[in-house]
């Protein structure tokens, strides 16, 4: 065996024993997926408002061994590749307290060591693994009422007035008049009327295909961002992972892709009207601030309302086990209102404010 021969047939032992070290597994079989314990569990939330004093809580809970574990080390190796893996180590329940837990709430414990003792109970039992519970867990019961507030309050006013406004609008305006007035803008009738108008720009229909491709694109993006919703948690962890090896699936999952789309859109037509404008205008630096001080009229008094509407509780009036969420969205935006208004949000971290708007900076 010469020199070569030898050099490969140790990189091959060493990557063979590098590969059998690794401090990540790739993928299991069905039996050994099996063993571990479900990443996310919810008991039935409807199911368990029919008591009489039905408690549902929300919790997280993390995989612990006093020692060595097989079990936990394949666990905590599979999980370990997060970019297509769950963190299988950290269990997410929503609990039924007065069913699932009952055995434990019935001793006169505190709801935390209810809690933790019930989970711990069946994972010990079904996968021979303790848990711990974290901090921060969120309980819903019965006769839990919402507290409105001075916010909330200003908001409905708000809200009620536009309504107003709107009906008033729609029956006081001459319909046979092409004169703007503020009472018109607020016109359904009128609104709509100018929405479905076709222009008689002769240059427009050229433009038609443009129209075509940002239909795709937005279907695309709402179809992605529909399923990210139910990965978000998901009963069936095995087949989500799996989805990041399907076919299509890269190019789904790659949305910076999809936005470029929207950018170059968004700046081609930019571009097109400030050349339609300097058609009848001497083009100056003084469009660029001009043209910015319009685009932002014209966002943000919609942008204002949606925002406002997130900061008020009206979004929390329904009842469902994951309002903490959205809780910490009301509080956010309360603080953070300013930022939007002014379109610098995405320079600020630490907000969960209305996180999908990121994109209104970028074409604004």
């Not at 590098?18 to 314990?37: G, I, R």
């Not at 008033?168 to 009738?189: G, H, M, P, Q, Y």
């Not at 002769?202 to 295909?209: A, K």
């Not at 009963?235 to 892709?257: H, Q, R, W």
Request: charged share 20%; with cysteine.
């Amino acid at each position: 065996m010469d020199k070569t021969d030898k050099k490969m047939l140790i990189l091959f032992v060493l990557s063979v024993l590098f590969q059998s070290s690794s401090a990540e597994v790739y993928s299991l079989n069905e039996s050994e997926y099996a063993l571990m314990p479900p990443v996310i569990h919810l008991d039935s939330y409807e199911d368990c408002t029919q008591d009489a004093k039905w408690l549902y809580c929300k919790a997280e809970f993390v995989l612990v061994s006093d020692e060595y574990n097989p079990r936990l080390a394949m666990i905590e190796k599979y999980s370990a590749h997060r970019p297509t893996h769950y963190n299988h180590t950290l269990l997410r329940r929503g609990i039924c307290v007065t069913q699932t837990c009952k055995r434990f709430y019935e001793t006169g414990r505190d709801l935390r060591s209810t809690l933790g003792a019930c989970i711990n109970d069946s994972v010990y039992n079904n996968y021979q693994l303790n848990t711990v519970m974290l901090d921060g867990y969120d309980c819903s019961k019965k006769d839990m009422k919402i507290q409105f507030d001075r916010v909330d309050f200003y908001v409905g006013l708000i809200c009620i007035a536009i309504l107003i406004v709107n009906i008033v609008a729609n029956f006081v305006e001459d319909k046979d008049s092409d004169d703007s007035t503020f009472l018109s803008c607020f016109s359904i009738s009128r609104n709509w009327k100018k929405l479905t108008n076709v222009t008689g720009e002769p240059r427009f229909p050229i433009l038609q295909g443009i129209h075509g491709i940002r239909t795709m694109t937005m279907y695309l993006v709402i179809a992605g961002h529909t399923g990210v919703a139910t990965m978000s948690l998901p009963s069936n962890t095995d087949y989500v992972e799996g989805l990041y090896f399907f076919g299509p699936m890269p190019i789904i999952l790659n949305g910076p892709l999809i936005i470029q789309t929207f950018l170059v859109i968004s700046s081609f037509l930019l571009i097109f009207i400030w050349l339609k404008y300097s058609e009848k205008n001497k083009p100056s630096w003084k469009m660029i601030p001009i043209q910015f001080l319009m685009r932002w009229t014209r966002l943000t008094p919609s942008y204002a309302i949606v925002l406002a509407l997130t900061a008020s509780k009206f979004g929390r009036i329904s009842s469902q086990p994951n309002w903490k969420i959205v809780g910490n969205e009301i509080a956010d935006c309360r603080r953070d209102w300013w930022k939007h208004l002014l379109y610098i949000n995405n320079y600020f971290d630490n907000s969960e404010c209305m996180i999908h708007t990121w994109y209104v900076y970028l074409f604004t």
